[in-house]
């Protein structure tokens, strides 16, 4: 497939921080692309400078083959992860200001349908809820019949229906033929939805490629997680690649019943084993050393 | 185009739809007027003024009456009558005398002319000097002190209009990220401040009409010139005063900065253009700073189309210097400003 958008190192320096440092990928046409890591990553950075809205110090960005300029403008749908919507306009209003502003924009009662707005049609954008907010930023982003849609944390603030609703969306839109960049900390989401996954911290992408892929690659086996009463009472040497965290002994293992029994000979309690397939939270913590926040 | 109808709606809805702001623009300048109009309504004095043009005969009996207070102009070129004999049609002397001419001027329009008329007749007769002075009738709506206030006072609030409509609103946008927002569509930075400032055009002339129309019911204003012309004259400060508020939107993105520098620069600018009191008497250098003030050329345009009657050229000035500074604020506007 061909690439619709090319990122080329990217570096982009604050006053005291460099958010982004050296940021390279290219997505293919139609994926479903997952930006993830912790506050401060320098997601947000990215993506917007991805968007157009940013200067980057250095790097380069190229949409089809060309740099960023009025034509992407039109193809691209755009929702910030913070926004205002203009005052004292109706739901309805507010998205027919949007389609004003583009060429050959989405049909008005497409867009109602998609993001599921009839309830709210008439009511003052101040006067949403955050999650009927979220269905109208993301209703404006779609306006424009985009081919290429960045969603900055579109299901923060989502109830789970909603988010499911959510869900459902974004493959229709993605069945259309739109590429799709998102940012989440919902990594259910991230795996259920897309393609490809970038794993950033502090500027830089830590991984690179889908979510399947990188646990393959990372992970052998299944995850043991034992609880422990007193930490400290642990007398024996630990099995290799085992860590005490969060008060428990959390080990891989790629072979259960031979696992179990070296823990049983060396007189660990079982009590509240459990075991799980490691999902990309584990990837994520593993490579960020941090608990996520939605 | 599309794009500057729909945000000029937009921005029209949001000023009539923010129910607070609207009504401070329509009320609060007619509430001043009408205060003005009360409070300054008797300001009348029981002395009679009379202006005297040419010397006098040495015993010209009327000069010794003690309750009028004489005012003299020695000098008496055309120019000076006509200044003068113009005084009393504005009710501001209640008689002038010229003694050259042996002429007295009345404004038929005046409660004080018939009694005065008694009094200077009955004074002629008990003197026995051989001229004979001949009345001269003119006639003139007084003008009042809400005559003279109502432009500065309209032109007060376009002037807060302008500047917190304009300029506050896209400082609050951009801080709010609505720019932001904005600057991820295809339109122009071009189209986006047209229509902001095309919408605020016709806000700022619609509620000044109403202002205007709303107290001249009650107070019934003087009205020499042409309406068309004052037109003319408003459309073009409110674009001036736009222009203002646009460079003061261009970068800044705090709401309070943005505030106070306004405050800092509409303060200044409504005391030195005379929307008050008039700068006649003013030191020489705040008459020449207020010339730079594009309010001053507004107050005085109105004023002298209103009271005066002034045509075209009587206000070229005028408007030729809101046409100036508007270029020049417009082009310094377009050159800093940010999205961002
Ligand atoms: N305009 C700015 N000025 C200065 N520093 C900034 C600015 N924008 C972002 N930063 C800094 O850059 C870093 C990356 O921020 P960014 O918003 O890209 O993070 P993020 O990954 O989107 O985080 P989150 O998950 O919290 O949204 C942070 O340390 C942030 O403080
Ligand atoms: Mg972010």
Redesign the pocket.
């Known amino acids: 497939m061909q690439d619709i958008l090319v990122v080329n190192n990217l570096v982009?320096q604050?006053?005291?921080?460099r958010?982004?440092d050296g940021v390279s990928f290219s997505l293919s046409e139609g994926i479903c692309f997952g930006l993830l890591?912790?506050?401060?990553?320098?997601?947000?950075?990215?993506?917007?400078i991805m968007e157009g809205i940013l200067a980057p110090d250095s790097g380069s960005i190229l949409y089809r083959g060309r740099p960023i300029d009025d034509e992407f403008k039109k193809r691209a749908g755009i929702q910030f992860?913070n926004t205002s919507l203009p005052d004292y306009l109706t739901v309805a209003e507010t998205i027919r200001l949007f389609q004003a502003f583009y060429p050959d924009p989405r049909p008005f009662d497409e867009i109602v349908e998609i993001c599921s707005l009839s309830d709210i049609l008439t009511r003052d954008n101040k006067k949403l809820s955050g999650g009927q907010r979220q269905r109208l930023l993301l209703a404006i982003a779609i306006v424009p019949q985009p081919d290429i849609v960045f969603l900055?944390?579109p299901t923060t603030g989502l109830d789970p229906q909603a988010r499911r609703n959510f869900w459902d969306l974004i493959r229709r839109i993605q069945s259309e033929g739109a590429t799709i960049v998102l940012?989440t900390?919902y990594m259910d989401e991230a795996h259920l939805l897309c393609d490809q996954i970038a794993i950033?911290d502090h500027?830089r992408i830590l991984e690179i490629d889908a979510p399947q892929a990188l646990l393959d690659r990372h992970f052998d086996g299944v995850l043991v997680r034992i609880p422990l009463h007193d930490p400290q009472s642990i007398d024996f040497p630990l099995p290799e690649g085992a860590a005490i965290r969060h008060g428990a002994l959390e080990l891989t293992s790629t072979r259960l019943d031979e696992t179990v029994r070296n823990l049983l000979t060396v007189g660990l309690s079982l009590d509240g084993l459990s075991v799980h397939k490691p999902t990309l939270e584990d990837l994520f913590i593993k490579l960020t050393g941090n608990t996520l926040r939605a | 185009m599309n794009s500057f109808i729909a945000l000029f709606r937009a921005r029209t809805l949001e000023f009539v739809r923010d129910r607070g702001t609207f009504f401070w623009n329509m009320f609060f300048p007619m509430i001043l007027v009408f205060g003005f109009a009360l409070a300054l309504s008797d300001a009348g004095t029981t002395v009679f003024t009379v202006g005297l043009i040419g010397e006098p005969p040495g015993d010209f009996d009327f000069l010794s009456i003690e309750q009028i207070e004489f005012i003299r102009y020695p000098i008496h070129d055309n120019a000076t009558v006509e200044s003068v004999v113009e005084r009393v049609r504005r009710h501001e002397l209640d008689m002038v005398i010229h003694f050259d001419s042996t002429e007295f001027y009345l404004n038929s329009e005046s409660d004080t002319a018939p009694l005065l008329r008694r009094i200077f007749e009955d004074s002629q007769t008990r003197d026995d000097g051989p001229a004979v002075f001949h009345e001269r009738q003119i006639s003139g709506q007084p003008i009042r002190y809400v005559d003279w206030v109502i432009p500065g006072v309209i032109g007060m609030n376009m002037l807060f209009s302008c500047l917190f409509g304009v300029g506050f609103v896209l400082v609050r946008y951009r801080k709010n990220g609505v720019l932001k927002r904005l600057k991820a569509t295809p339109v122009s930075a071009f189209s986006f401040v047209s229509a902001q400032a095309a919408s605020r055009l016709s806000i700022v002339f619609v509620t000044s009409t109403v202002v205007y129309a709303g107290t001249n019911a009650l107070l019934n204003f003087s009205m020499e010139g042409s309406y068309l012309l004052l037109a003319i004259l408003t459309l073009l400060a409110i674009v001036c005063m736009i222009s203002i508020g646009l460079l003061f939107a261009s970068r800044l993105r705090s709401e309070e900065l943005a505030g106070g520098v306004m405050n800092l620069v509409s303060f200044p600018m409504i005391i030195g253009s005379g929307v008050f009191f008039s700068l006649e008497g003013a030191p020489q250098a705040l008459q020449t700073a207020s010339r730079f003030l594009p309010l001053t050329h507004f107050v005085e345009g109105a004023r002298a189309i209103m009271i005066e009657g002034a045509g075209l050229s009587g206000i070229f000035t005028n408007l030729i210097a809101l046409a100036v500074f508007s270029l020049v604020f417009i082009a310094a506007s377009a050159l800093v400003f940010r999205w961002d």
């Open positions: 982009k604050f006053r005291q921080v958010a982004v890591g912790p506050n401060g990553a320098g997601k947000t950075t990215t993506i917007e992860q900055d944390e940012t900390h950033m500027g």
